[in-house]
């Protein structure tokens, strides 16, 4: 008997390609993110929404994410601004400043659904001290993906 093959990063997996910008892989099967973390000048409308507003931005990601995940397809609503963890965020901002470890745990999830290479304190440090452009890097890499399905996203 013959194992079936399996799937490998860069292969659409669900419809979607998980490595649209067609990263290299390292020896670990891990890969850079497709867009640097001040890359977040070239999608200035998310990065402006992300300055003024970072809890629409983390719960659309979040949202968007999720519908990956559980659907294999992208949200057609390209994400809820009103979702639950879009006022979590807001609630922890608000009160606390510490909103930044919501957006910490969703950049570490979108690390391992692409194969991100890094780890959690560098999750903590872009999403503490440049939150910003966090979201925006992590909703640049969900939109690759859902943009690998065709459509308008």
């Not at 194992?3 to 670990?28: D, E, F, I």
């Not at 009160?95 to 991100?116: A, E, H, M």
């Not at 966090?134 to 399905?149: A, G, M």
Request: hydrophobic share 25%; glycine share 16%.
């Amino acid at each position: 008997m013959s194992q079936q093959p399996m799937a490998t990063m860069g292969m659409q997996v669900g419809g979607g390609n998980r490595n649209a910008a067609g990263k290299p892989l390292n020896s670990s099967g891990k890969r850079e993110w497709s867009e640097g973390l001040c890359g977040c000048f070239e999608a200035c409308g998310t990065f402006c929404c992300a300055w003024w507003c970072p809890c629409i931005v983390h719960g659309k990601n979040k949202q968007r994410l999720r519908h990956l995940q559980e659907k294999g397809s992208p949200d057609p609503d390209g994400g809820s601004c009103c979702s639950g963890a879009c006022w979590a965020h807001c609630c922890l901002t608000s009160w606390f400043g510490l909103g930044w470890v919501l957006s910490c745990g969703t950049r570490g999830d979108v690390r391992s659904r692409y194969g991100i290479e890094g780890g959690g304190c560098g999750d903590c440090l872009a999403s503490c001290c440049c939150a910003p452009c966090d979201l925006t890097q992590v909703s640049r890499e969900i939109e690759l993906e859902e943009k690998s399905y065709g459509g308008r996203y």
